[in-house]
T-cell receptor
Framework: SAVISQKPSRDICQRGTSLTIQCQVD?????MFWYRQQPGQSLTLIAT?????????ESGFVIDKFPISRPNLTFSTLTVSNMSPEDSSIYLC???????????FGAGSRLTVL | GIQVEQSPPDLILQEGANSTLRCNFS?????LQWFHQNPWGQLINLFY???GTKQNGRLSATTVATERYSLLYISSSQTTDSGVYFC???????????FGTGTRLKVLA
């Protein structure tokens, strides 16, 4: 299965700032997904990022707050904009292996907003 | 949208005990996976099991798609089994997985 590297692994940020999370996959994948996990909660899908097209956002998530780039088949970024303490979460990048239905995750980026 | 409920929400076991975790979903699904999230937050894929039964060591899983549930069995639990267990389902044509509510497991030595 694909190996996914995310960075930063963790960060502490100030209210009102923005942070970009990078996701690198060791093989070419069509579909990449960004999830958010708030403290003590399950995972919620933020958006689906396909190369060459705009990301598709889930209900409750908007591009102005969570802009996503997908410049090629192995890389994506998620920016958390104008952060508030409510954005303190683990943000996870995932992919579906080509030709398979199995979802694989990176180690996640743990953000704390003060 | 589809609802995915897991039970129990919390479970405490003594080392060596067995347990059954349940995942109920409200609509037909194409795919289903079980994950273990360790205390460091890493999600590990345990099973891809849209139907039928699979076993991997002390763990096994069964999905009865027609009745809209899946079960994860943990036998002879160990302290390293502690963490949160999630099921995730994909409905037809969506290509995205929706996660269940999770079961938080603590295994005591």
């Amino acid at each position: 299965s694909a190996v996914i590297s995310q960075k930063p692994s963790r960060d502490i940020c100030q209210r009102g700032t923005s942070l970009t999370i990078q996701c690198q996959v060791d093989s070419q994948v069509t579909m990449m997904f960004w999830y958010r996990q708030q403290p003590g909660q399950s995972l919620t899908l933020i958006a689906t990022a396909n190369q060459g097209s705009e990301a598709t956002y889930e209900s409750g998530f908007v591009i102005d707050k969570f802009p996503i780039s997908r410049p090629n088949l192995t890389f994506s970024t998620l920016t958390v904009s104008n952060m508030s303490p409510e954005d303190s979460s683990i943000y996870l990048c995932s992919t579906r292996d080509p030709g398979a239905n199995v979802l694989t995750f990176g180690a996640g980026s743990r953000l704390t907003v003060l | 949208g589809i609802q995915v409920e897991q039970s129990p929400p919390d479970l405490i076991l003594q080392e060596g005990a067995n347990s059954t975790l349940r995942c109920n979903f409200s609509d037909s699904v194409n795919n289903l996976q079980w994950f273990h999230q360790n205390p460091w937050g890493q999600l590990i894929n345990l099973f891809y099991i849209p139907s039928g039964t699979k076993q991997n060591g002390r763990l096994s899983a069964t999905t009865v798609a027609t009745e809209r549930y899946s079960l994860l069995y943990i036998s002879s639990s160990q302290t390293t089994d502690s963490g949160v267990y999630f099921c995730a389902v994909e409905t037809s044509g969506t290509y995205k997985y929706i996660f269940g509510t999770g079961t938080r497991l603590k295994v005591l030595a």
